[in-house]
């Protein structure tokens, strides 16, 4: 049984053990909570590369010790040759392959940015340090690892590039117990180290990505390396009882995690995980997702203001007064996929980081580029191919992201960072854990380790059910029945729902962190 960790001079959560303690590693180093994260992040790639990697995407909120909250978004745009043409013939935008990377990879430029606000005075080879041992001598595939690599190598190993020969050294996906080398990772990360992040975008080792990018066929030029850059927009932000709620803007889904809390807010719900807590969380989330669907997208492109509806408490309360305490509204409406990596950490100054990063699918595009080792993402595979409308394709817009770290600052003086994996179901278990936590008082780890549910689609699966996991009190699984809800029991914990993780700063000072038993994560301390 995981419990909750505490600490008083730093703490750091991460859905893989060693990424956790070269965060911790950091810490003790004189670093802050920025550079942990970045340390964690870096270590990830190497660690955990089904799920995140240089070639992927990341957000990050981050709450400074004097008060004050920003957000960074290191997220990539279309290339400039990703239009319609380039897709003629095809229904939709692959998802696997050179067609599916056709976004620039923006998650080197976030660390870049959040380094440069965080005041930070760590070299960057001390906090790529961990990440580049482990990729040189090598790191067991757990469990999950394997699990991935077998179900998907099929249709990874096919893809033009470097991925049979990294991740397939031996002519069969990599099982258990493994170990897995990237010396060509290794060397990346080196270069960043002596080069700098932006080196990733400008120099010669921009050149060798965009080289291997050409070659294996992506739309994505060095031009289109050269002109990206991380923004800096002010996070999302509601009011309920007893905190304020953070999380990032769009293109992210960080509106539909705000909105599920705010409106639950509104409701009645006494008892912890009993029918009217799940049944109106489930009911909230139906709401928010109803509203992302329609509106949540690249900001540049939206017809939605979502801080204008997060300040609009009439608004919000229309929202609620939609929710029927007693009925499932129909459902479902179209899932959006995508695993991640979301990691957070806390420094004795009082810093507060939550933070997010993916490839969207497992391995992305499936291009391992063959120079540098970088796995490319396919979050681009997301787009529409349509001439106008929701998050249809267009050269330099960014596409719609399930990406989202929440932060919340409670009136008593906490600071909770927290989120998970899971796509679709992010906003639903960073709901569930919240509440748990802030509304009914549960143990942090508790909060995580307690059992989930997920409204809609899985990987491979077509069904559209509420599937729980067992642990409930076995008269809610009938109960939500009765409201209307196809109830699909999922047997225990299962990774289904997501490898969450979560971590609170007390007033004085006093550090806690969780993390999921559903994910080979720790939390590391002192």
Request: aromatic share 6%; with cysteine.
């Amino acid at each position: 049984m995981l419990n909750t960790v505490t600490g008083t001079r730093g703490i750091v959560t991460a859905p893989h053990h060693l990424a956790s303690q070269a965060g911790l590693a950091v810490l003790r180093d004189g670093g802050n909570a920025v550079e942990a994260c970045v340390a964690v992040a870096a270590c990830l790639a190497v660690v955990y590369p089904h799920m995140t990697g240089l070639g992927g995407d990341g957000f990050w909120v981050i709450a400074e010790p004097d008060g004050r909250g920003h957000s960074v978004h290191g997220c990539g745009a279309a290339a400039a040759r990703a239009d319609l043409s380039l897709y003629a013939g095809l229904a939709a935008v692959p998802t696997r392959g050179p067609l599916a990377a056709n976004t620039v990879a923006g998650t080197v430029s976030g660390w870049a940015a959040a380094l440069a606000a965080s005041g930070g005075l760590l070299p960057l080879d001390r906090l790529l340090r961990d990440a580049i041992d482990h990729a040189e001598a090598g790191v067991a595939v757990t469990a999950g690892g394997a699990a991935i690599a077998a179900a998907k190598g099929a249709e990874l190993r096919v893809q033009p590039g470097a991925y049979a020969k990294v991740f397939e050294p031996a002519g069969r996906p990599l099982a258990e117990g493994d170990v897995l080398t990237q010396p060509l990772l290794a060397e990346t990360l080196r270069t960043l180290a002596a080069d700098g992040l932006d080196g990733f975008y400008q120099g010669a080792l921009a050149d060798r990505i965009a080289d291997d990018l050409a070659a294996l066929g992506s739309p994505v030029s060095r031009a289109d390396l050269a002109a990206h850059r991380a923004t800096t927009p002010a996070p999302l932000s509601v009011g309920i009882a007893g905190a304020t709620l953070y999380n990032s803007a769009p293109p992210t889904q960080g509106i539909a995690s705000l909105l599920i809390l705010a409106l639950f807010d509104r409701l009645q719900a006494a008892e912890c995980d009993g029918f009217d807590h799940v049944h109106g969380l489930i009911e909230s989330t139906k709401q928010a997702f109803l509203w992302r669907d329609r509106h949540c997208g690249d900001p540049a492109w939206m017809h939605g203001e979502p801080q204008a509806l997060l300040d609009d408490a009439e608004a919000l309360d229309a929202m609620a007064a939609r929710i029927d305490p007693r009925r499932a509204l129909p459902w479902p409406q179209p899932p959006q996929w995508g695993d991640t990596c979301w990691f957070g950490a806390a420094d004795a100054e009082g810093r507060v980081v939550s933070c997010i990063q993916s490839t969207y699918f497992e391995f992305g595009s499936g291009l391992v580029l063959p120079q540098t080792g970088i796995t490319w993402q396919n979050r681009g595979s997301s787009f529409r191919l349509a001439e106008t409308g929701w998050n249809a394709l267009k050269p330099g817009r960014k596409p719609f992201h399930t990406l989202n770290p929440a932060l919340a600052r409670f009136d008593d003086g906490r600071v909770m960072a927290y989120g998970t994996m899971g796509g679709e179901g992010q906003p639903q278990t960073q709901a569930a854990l919240f509440t748990r936590y802030a509304r009914y008082g549960v143990d942090l780890q508790d909060a995580i380790s307690a059992p989930r549910w997920l409204l809609g689609r899985t990987w491979g699966e077509p069904s559209t059910t509420l599937k729980l996991e067992d642990g409930f009190d076995d008269t809610l699984y009938a109960a939500l029945a009765v409201a209307g809800h196809h109830v699909e029991r999922v047997g225990p914990l299962t990774a289904m729902m997501g490898h969450a993780g979560a971590l609170v700063r007390h007033a004085d000072g006093a550090l806690e962190g969780a993390t999921d038993p559903r994910s080979d994560g720790g939390v590391a301390a002192w």
